[in-house]
């Protein structure tokens, strides 16, 4: 079955710092693998996913993550975090066939401090 | 390109009283999703529509809970009685391809007292 670990419940970081959220899988086969992030009172909104190819990827609002096949690894990053990314983020994997649903972690919130 | 619409955004009930909840997909998206999301916690799926067929149900509290997607656009999830354990935020997504990209609605947030 497939199964999604963010080992960082929270996390605190200063206005300018870097960031890094961890993001492990466990799944037969290269899975599809997504970021989402929730701000308070609000749905998910998707930060960048990876479907197959360079494995660096980037998304909106300065992230990236990086596929590593050989860790099952999925890490979001940013090189200098803004007051405005506070909020709650969910690694997710997908299976690349058949109708399998999302499976989600179960987030890691990232505090700013100034 | 209008997003996953949800409605109520907020409801207070008490336990065994019943609820609905609405979603508008996104225009032509076959694929529709509920999840349930308690709090500090990810979501988790309760059903999955394939235009109006279920595809997975299989995590529904079928005593419960019910869904339904007529004409296969918008749908409602439905609790009756509700219980304590059921406060959470409900979302609704949609995608235009099971199992890819899926986009959010904004949820509605159930209170039971």
């Known amino acids: 079955a497939q199964s999604v670990t963010q080992p960082d419940i929270h996390i605190t970081v200063s206005e300018g710092a870097s960031l890094e959220l961890r993001c492990n899988y466990s799944?037969?086969?290269?899975?599809?693998l997504f970021w989402y992030v929730q701000s308070p009172g609000q749905g998910l909104q998707l930060l960048l996913k990876y479907f197959s190819g360079d494995t660096l990827v980037q998304g909106i609002k300065g992230f990236e993550a990086e596929f590593k096949r050989s860790q099952s690894s999925f890490n979001l990053r940013k090189p200098s975090v803004h007051w405005s990314d506070a909020a709650e983020y969910f690694c997710?994997?997908?299976?690349?066939?058949?109708?399998?649903?999302?499976?989600f972690g179960k987030g890691t919130r990232l505090s700013v401090i100034a | 390109e209008a997003g996953v619409a949800q409605s109520p955004r907020y409801k207070i009930i008490e336990k065994r009283q019943s609820v609905a909840f609405w979603c508008n997909p996104i225009s032509g998206h076959a694929t529709l999703y509920w999840y349930q999301q308690i709090l500090g916690q990810g979501p988790k799926l309760l059903i999955q529509?394939?235009?109006?067929?279920?595809?997975?149900d299989s995590q529904l509290p079928k005593d419960r809970f019910s869904a339904e997607r007529l004409k296969g656009v918008d749908s409602t999830l439905k609790i009756q009685p509700a219980k304590l354990e059921d406060s959470a935020v409900y979302l609704c997504?949609?995608?235009?391809?099971?199992?890819?990209?899926?986009?959010f609605g904004a949820g509605t947030r159930l209170s039971v007292l």
């Open positions: 997504a949609s995608s235009l391809v099971s199992g890819r990209l899926q986009y």
């Open positions: 997710a994997v997908g299976a690349r066939s058949g109708n399998t649903p999302l499976v």
């Open positions: 799944y037969g086969a290269t899975p599809y």
């Open positions: 529509f394939q235009n109006n067929g279920v595809v997975d």
